[in-house]
């Protein structure tokens, strides 16, 4: 589902050089779980940008669901990554003065819908996450859980293949953390969505079906 061939990444400012991803080689399978571990500054969220095409490589290509990315032209990338691919952030990247349900609905805004279907998959989407209740609240009205649950309602509104998860429970207590893991371990169990998730947190990377590990921008194990 995704490949990834001789990745590098340098980021360069005024005097300082920085390798933060250093010739990595990867396949992920159609339906599989993949979790990425490793100290603070490795890469990881790099990686994770490069995949979802949010960010260029300085090197290497990226194919995903047999598409060669590198051939896409902005707009194509653009479409791509919106039929394709679901992130989910650490911070949850909400829009605050929208309410749940429009945060909810923004990917589908990219597509052919009518508003009555946006509603209708976005108000599914937030049952799935168990927030049926909270349609009309605003982001800073909920709790970090709560919040996380939005994001994740928002990444699968799209019924992506594919999601992307940098540290979707990072910013919770564990109790809440097993909740959006059981959520995502039941989109790729019952969907075969494919998941990449960057976590910190070693419990939550044992439930998952493979484990990568990062050092310095290269791939250790
Ligand atoms: N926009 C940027 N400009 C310059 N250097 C950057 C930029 N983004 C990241 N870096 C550097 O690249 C390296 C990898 O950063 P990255 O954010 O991928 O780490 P990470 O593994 O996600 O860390 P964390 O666990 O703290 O989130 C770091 O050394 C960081 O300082
Ligand atoms: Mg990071």
Known sequence: MIRLQNIAKVYRTTNIETLALNNISMDIAKGEFLSVM???GCGKSTLLNIMGLLDDPSKGSIQIANQETGSLNDKQLAKFRNQKLG???QSYHLINDLQVLDNVEL??????TTARERKKLASEALEKVGLSNRMKHFPTQLSGGQRQRVAIARAIVGRPEIILADEP???????????IMDILINLNQKEGTTIVMVTHDENMARKTHRLVR???GSQVS
């Open 169 to 179: 429970t990072g910013n919770l207590d564990s109790a809440m953390g097993n909740e």
């Open 107 to 112: 990917p589908l805004l990219y597509r052919d």
């Open 87 to 89: 992130f989910i952030f």
């Open 214 to 216: 990062l050092f310095d």
């Open 38 to 40: 490793g100290p603070s």
